[in-house]
């Protein structure tokens, strides 16, 4: 079982900057595919980006080229860097674990970008 504490969420205006982290613990981390999920209210949880251990990422059309996922081993962190936000990134950020098959779910964290 992994425990994933998010934070870094907040309200920007369009355009603006943010820095998501997610610290994890409960498990051997560096072998854990890890990403990241938003929900906007009424709508499906959606996967954004995720990141294997050795550092490859893939990300979701509506965020490339904007979003970056990384991962630090060393510390069990991951971060999610968002830049250019639009008003249409306005969700719930979820941290997300990957283990034996399961995943394990952060508390998530509020972003609101205003227009």
């Known amino acids: 079982q992994v425990q994933l504490v998010e934070s870094g969420g907040g309200l920007v205006q369009a355009g603006g900057s943010l820095r998501l982290s997610c610290a994890a613990s409960?498990?051997?981390?560096?072998?854990?595919?890890m990403a990241w999920h938003r929900q906007a209210p009424g709508k499906q949880r959606d996967v954004v980006a995720g990141i294997r251990s050795g550092g490859s990422a893939s990300y979701a059309d509506s965020v490339k080229g904007r979003f970056t996922i990384s991962r630090d081993n060393a510390k069990n962190m991951v971060y999610l860097q968002m830049n250019n936000l639009k008003p249409e990134d306005t969700a719930v950020y979820y941290c997300a674990a990957l283990n034996g098959g399961s995943w394990s779910w952060g508390q998530g964290t509020q972003v609101t970008v205003s227009s």
């Open positions: 409960g498990s051997v981390f560096s072998n854990n595919f």
